[in-house]
Each structure stands twice: as C-alpha cells, then as structure tokens.
C-alpha cells in the first residue's frame, strides 16, 4: 500500500476536521438549561438539517446514527483501501450479525436493532447467517457465524452469541489490519485491542466471572499475553490495579484508580482508554501521508457521536452539568 496514495483522501479529511464540534460548542451545550436548548447549539454545527425533526421526535440516536452513516459512506468512496474504513466499521457488522444470529435461533424480529453501517448491504450478511457461504464477505465472516453455530447446537445458550462475538471481532480487527499491511496500522490496533482488554477485564472482576469466562470473552490478538490478564481476573479490584500499574499500560491505568479505595475503576478505565486512544490518534494531524488521518478522523467523528449523546441524554434525563462532563471523552480537537 503506497502512503503517497492517501495525499487526495487526506486533503479532504482536513476540510471534514474543521467541521467538528470545538469545546466551545460541547461547552454551549453542557450550559444548556434543557434538552430543546441543548438540541439548539447544533443549528450552527453539521447536524443543523436534523434538528427540526430531532425537536419534534425527541429521538437523538437516529440523528446521530444517520449522521455516522453518512461518515461512513463517505469514507468509503474516498479512501484508497476500503479495508481501512472497514477496521472502525466492523464492529457494526458484529453487532448486525449478533442480531441477525438471534433472529435465526429464536425466530423473533430484532431488526429495530440493525445499525445501516458498512460497506456491505445487510442482505449480503443475512445470507451468510442463513447459508454460512458468501461470495463477498471476508472469510473470517463465516468462520465467526460457524463458530456461534457450532456452539449453539451443542449448548443452547443465546448469551454466547455475544460472548464469542465479542472475541471473534478482536481476531477479525486483526487480521484486517495485518491484511492492510502497514505497521502504524498494526500497531495502533494491537494496542486498541489491549485497552479494551483491560477494560473487559475489569469488568469481568467487578461481576465476578469466572476464569472458564475469561479465556472464552479476552482477545489474544493485542500484545498483552492473554495468560497474565486471565491469572489477573482471580485478583480483586485493587490488587489488579496494582499489578497493571507496573505495566506497559500503568499510566493509563493510573487515571482509573479510586483515590479513595485504590480500586481499579471499570467506568473510570473505560474513560481513560478511550482517551488514551484519542490521544495516539492526534498524532495523524501531522500526517500528510499514508492512512493515520482517515482513522484518526473516523474516531474522532465517533467521540463526538459520543458526546453528544451523553449530553443530550443527560439533559434529557436532567443530570447535572458536572455529572455530564465527566462522562465525556476527550475531543480530537482539544
């Protein structure tokens, strides 16, 4: 993959940087007094066609998904090597196949579920889930839906869609990026997988799972050995959080550390990964070259997403401004 072919791509991605939400705008919103007030700062922001409807609907996730579906195509057209795009949109895909799977073993309609993102139609991953053959998915596709198949047949278990799901986007994020075949790519998704990792593992502590959950829920395609995390999921909350402190994630870990119990925080970690993630990617605003800006602007359009479902379901459900702020991710912009 030539880095010089993202020149074009990267030059546009910069137009779209400019029209993200600033701190200022985030800001307006958190001092909004109500949800219609908070809804309002958008008429001076890219989601300003939407707000009329979102007034009258109260329904901000269909905005908001509309919005990163659009995104999404977009990114799609103009990016040299789809696969690209497809690292952060494959994690709609597993969600659309876990919904699709549980149609198929429960012959109930979860279709409301659906999210429309992707670079294929979701007939094409319907008929993968019915026939387990496709000619155009990625076979790491149907490898994920046989293995959901497999177990459901023996166990008939509905949970373990989710669970094994779960594991198998990790291989699959993976093996796209190595399959893309450059190293910043590689390297970047090696350490998304770490931090979620940490994530899930604690968790699974602070839910008491048991080892037999860890080894079937935790990824081995990060660089942390997937054996050390699961001896960690017999410690407690504040003994993990010790151990992880000396480790290669000890200052992130750090941020989700309760001053007051030295407990590892799941809430509190979940923040600080993504914010670590963040962080790593703001280095693609010196990029000119290669494939870094296309990523980093996709994260960035999803942290925004984010945040503005956080406020706007914050203001709808009347938290304070406080409670709302320091929920939110850290924005690409800052």
Do not use: C
Request: hydrophobic share 40%; charged share 30%.
């Amino acid at each position: 993959m030539k880095t010089t072919a993202f020149v074009g791509a990267n030059a546009r991605v910069r137009v779209y940087e400019s029209r993200l939400l600033q701190n200022d705008q985030y800001e307006r919103m958190l001092q909004a007094p109500t949800f219609r007030e908070a809804v309002a700062v958008l008429n001076d922001t890219p989601y300003r066609d939407d707000v009329d409807q979102l007034l009258q609907t109260g329904d901000y996730d269909e905005l908001l998904t509309h919005e990163l579906q659009r995104v999404y195509e977009e990114m799609f057209e103009i990016s040299p090597e789809p696969a690209l795009v497809g690292l952060f949109s494959l994690r709609y895909a597993y969600h659309n196949l876990k919904v699709m799977l549980k149609e198929k073993f429960t012959g109930e309609d979860f279709s409301s579920l659906i999210i429309p993102i992707g670079r294929f139609s979701l007939s094409t991953y319907r008929d993968a889930v019915w026939t387990g053959r496709s000619e155009e998915l990625d076979p790491e596709f149907l490898a994920s839906i046989a293995e959901v198949e497999r177990d459901y047949a023996e166990y008939q278990n509905i949970q373990a869609v989710d669970i094994i799901l779960d594991r198998r986007y990790f291989t699959h994020l993976r093996h796209l990026a190595e399959k893309i075949g450059d190293q910043k790519i590689i390297d970047f998704i090696k350490h998304y997988i770490d931090l979620n990792n940490l994530s899930t593992l604690s968790r699974a502590i602070s839910q008491k799972r048991t080892r037999n959950f860890l080894i079937t829920i935790l990824s081995s395609s990060g660089s942390i050995p997937k054996e050390e995390l699961v001896r960690l999921g017999n410690e407690d909350l504040a003994t993990a959080g010790k151990v992880l402190l000396e480790g290669k994630y000890g200052h992130i870990v750090e941020e989700a550390i309760l001053p007051e119990t030295q407990e590892l925080s799941p809430v509190r970690i979940d923040l600080a990964t993504d914010n670590a993630i963040m962080n790593r990617l703001k280095d693609a605003k010196l990029e000119t070259f290669g494939p870094l800006p296309i990523l980093a602007y996709l994260y960035a359009k999803e942290t925004e997403v984010k945040n503005i479902r956080m406020i706007l379901a914050g203001k709808e459900n009347q938290l304070g401004t406080d409670r709302i702020r320091e929920r939110m991710r850290e924005n690409y912009g800052s």
